[in-house]
């Protein structure tokens, strides 16, 4: 460590509580003269060794248990390990029926969480706002629409898998109960209504003040050829990787730290990547519908975005596309004949991944003859962002280092918030005490 | 006019889902944010008003000293404390460790076992401090979690039916699940309040909303003719450690 000159004034930035993310997590930055030292992003959420208590456990059993590590995408989780068994046990469930289904709910998960984010978590940044409560006394229309957009997520979730939160209808090989065409038709008025809000809300975002930024992180994220990424997909980056989802573990390592208190996801021999919605938007913008790639360019975005800041309007496309998606679905859907398929369990290894609304979610899982769980790993989104929301946060502060304290404090929370980190997502994190300046 | 009530929503160990069904409740939000002030709620705002409060929502069980310490300081600045959800109010089932060894589990998930600090316990938020009124569920249901503010709003006691989960099964006209088709079903034994959503979707309850008021597992275990260690497994999951269930899961680890 270099030794602080005595002409140098060394100052500290530090929020203990980061409001407005999901979790518990802390920043801490240290500024000598202009300098930025040292910057930490902590997570002190506690650990709750989920892949510790999944051993032992039946592989039917998983998608329920690991929904519980994090209440705002728990179909994330469910998606992810059911994908992950079926592997294991030889089934892919890749077209048809049970695949729409499986979308058609994972769509109401990315409207409820996006929609959450975008506005009552991201928007007070951008208005000058404490949070939401807050912002909507003076902008109730604002306000209204974000809620209109969570509760279309959360009815299509409702519908389909019992209850907004740990739904409860997914299930190793499918379903336990599809729903007929009726059922599904109440889901069209509110998903219109969702869609128009969604329009309304890239144009409403593409008129904010952003800093004019650009950052380089490689960008990983799910890919599959004439689809949005959401359920399944190759591995693929805009460095040239593109690999199966059993082939994460090959290129990617999590690395404890010394500096941080959670594992830090790497590609090796490469380093820091970013998974989320500005990584699927620049590698699968091709494959977005029309009405959101018209959107998109009204807004004044480009194919690619490479600014976090704007990330609040690149979500906001991605809610056309996923209010769109969801309607095209109902429109064609026809139940399948069996709910789910069978899933014999087999001794074997599967591996897992599709794309929480926040980024990428891995899950690999080691299984007995008769099912029972040997070993699990799970590699949520936030693990694998946090080296590039570190580098981020860096930047905005060497950027802005002339700003007073509390100006600075809140842009580099708001670079927290670019990346909508789920800290709860805690099976990797480690709790740490947070450093007093 | 009188000041506004303050709230305020407090996290533990928890997956964030049952504070999060707070700002679920779309239709309900501002006349909530209008007829109380949300004082201290880190996952809405950053904006914090000093305690005490007059009411705190408690998310999470216990499960590192600092969260020990935590809820000392939390049970002293409220005037009402209402536990919400399944942590909150039965260890979550991060409790699974209590049947476990934390060391192990430690050495599991963690390559540095030595940074972690826990506990080897996950214990309700009662086990802890005295406890004003707790809601079950995992998640908690969004009609509980109104009627229990509403009720502390208005100084009267939470309207919360403590019967099982087959009375909303009947209420629902659901065909029983257990008796037509033969699946296990934790229904008998456990809380209402989810509206028996499982049954509906031709599934067995599996207890989220852990045990009712007096519990007769050990009927109910005979019926669903199931084998010690998938007994096990069923009342081992968001509510373990409940008083009802425990019992029931150590009984059969037994056999």
């Known amino acids: ?437 | 006019m009188t000041p506004k009530k303050t709230l305020a929503v407090w996290k533990f160990s928890s997956c964030d889902g049952c504070q999060l069904t707070l700002l679920d409740c779309e239709d309900e939000l501002l006349t909530i944010a209008g007829q109380l002030e949300i004082a201290y709620f880190l996952e809405a705002s950053r904006a914090k008003v000093q305690g005490p409060y007059d009411v705190s929502l408690v998310e999470g069980s216990i499960t590192t000293p600092r969260e020990a310490e935590l809820i000392q300081e939390v049970r002293a600045n409220s005037k009402a404390l209402i536990t919400i959800g399944a942590c909150a109010t039965a260890g979550g089932i991060q409790a699974l460790r209590n049947f476990a060894d934390v060391e192990e589990f430690t050495r599991i998930v963690y390559a540095s076992p030595d940074y972690i600090s826990t506990l080897a316990t996950s214990t309700p938020i009662s086990a802890n401090v005295h406890v004003d009124y707790e809601l079950n569920g995992c998640p908690i249901s969004k009609q509980q979690l109104l009627e229990v503010i509403s009720a502390y709003l208005n100084r009267r006691r939470p309207r919360v039916r403590a019967h099982s989960v087959c009375v909303e099964c009947k209420r629902r006209g659901t065909v029983c699940v257990m008796v037509a088709h033969g699946t296990p079903c934790l229904g008998p034994v456990t809380h209402a309040g989810c509206g028996a959503i499982c049954p509906a979707y031709n599934r067995g309850c599996y207890g989220c909303f852990g045990p009712m008021e007096t519990p007769n597992p050990a009927s109910l275990n005979v019926w669903t003719g199931l084998e010690d260690r998938d007994l096990v497994r069923i009342y081992r999951t968001f509510n373990a450690n409940a008083d009802g269930f425990r019992e029931s899961s150590e009984a059969h680890q037994r056999q």
């Not at chain 1, 974000?146 to 299509?156: C, H, I, Q, R, V």
Request: charged share 25%; glycine share 6%.
């Open chain 1, 1 to 437: 460590m270099k030794p602080i000159s005595a002409n140098k004034s060394t100052r500290t930035i530090r929020t203990d509580a980061l409001a407005r993310v999901e979790g518990e997590g802390a920043m801490f930055v240290q500024i000598e003269g202009d300098h930025v030292r040292d910057v930490k992003l902590r997570i002190y959420e506690p650990p709750r060794f989920f892949e510790a208590m999944l051993r032992g456990r039946a592989f039917t059993e998983a998608p329920d248990i690991t929904s519980r590590i994090c209440g705002i995408c728990p179909i994330a989780y469910q998606m992810s390990a059911v994908r992950a068994m079926e592997d294991a046990c030889g089934v892919a469930i890749d077209s048809g029926p049970i695949r729409e289904l499986r979308r058609l709910i994972y769509c109401g998960e990315w409207i409820e969480s996006l929609g959450l984010h975008v506005y009552l978590l991201h928007a007070p940044d951008f208005l000058g706002y404490p949070g939401f409560l807050e912002m909507a006394r003076e902008h109730p229309q604002i306000a209204e629409q974000g809620l209109a957009l969570k509760k279309a997520g959360n009815t299509l979730m409702t519908l389909v898998g019992g209850r907004e939160i740990h739904p409860i209808n997914i299930r190793v090989g499918g379903f336990y109960r599809a729903p007929s065409r009726a059922e599904l038709r109440p889901l069209i008025d509110p998903l219109e209504r969702a869609r128009e809000i969604a329009l309304a809300t890239v144009r409403w975002a593409g008129e904010l003040p952003f800093p004019d930024v650009r950052r380089e992180p490689e960008l990983v994220a799910l890919a599959e050829p004439g689809r949005y990424p959401i359920d399944l997909g190759r591995i693929v980056s805009d460095r040239g990787l593109d690999i199966a989802p059993a082939e994460f573990d090959t290129h990617m390592v999590e690395e404890h730290v010394a500096h941080s208190n959670a594992l830090h996801a790497r590609i090796r021999q490469r380093g820091s990547y970013l998974t989320g919605s500005l990584a699927r938007y620049n590698l699968s913008f091709a494959a977005l519908s029309p009405l959101a790639r018209d959107a998109a360019r009204e807004a004044g975005l480009q194919e690619t975005c490479r600014n976090p800041f704007q990330s609040i309007i690149v979500r906001a496309v991605e809610l056309v596309q996923v209010c769109d998606e969801a309607l095209a679905i109902i429109d064609d859907y026809e139940p399948p004949d069996e709910p789910a398929v069978e899933v014999a369990p087999r001794r074997a290894v599967g591996h897992g991944a599709t794309e929480a609304p926040r980024g990428m979610l891995y899950h690999r899982y080691a299984l007995d003859h008769d099912g029972t769980i040997l070993d699990a790993r799970i590699v949520p989104p936030t693990s694998q962002n946090q080296l590039v929301i570190e580098e981020d946060l860096r930047a905005v502060v060497q950027r802005n280092v002339k700003l007073p304290d509390e100006e600075l404090t809140l842009r580099c929370e708001q670079a927290i918030r670019n990346h909508d980190p789920c800290i709860s997502c805690a099976t990797h994190f480690l709790e740490l005490t947070v450093q007093r300046g």
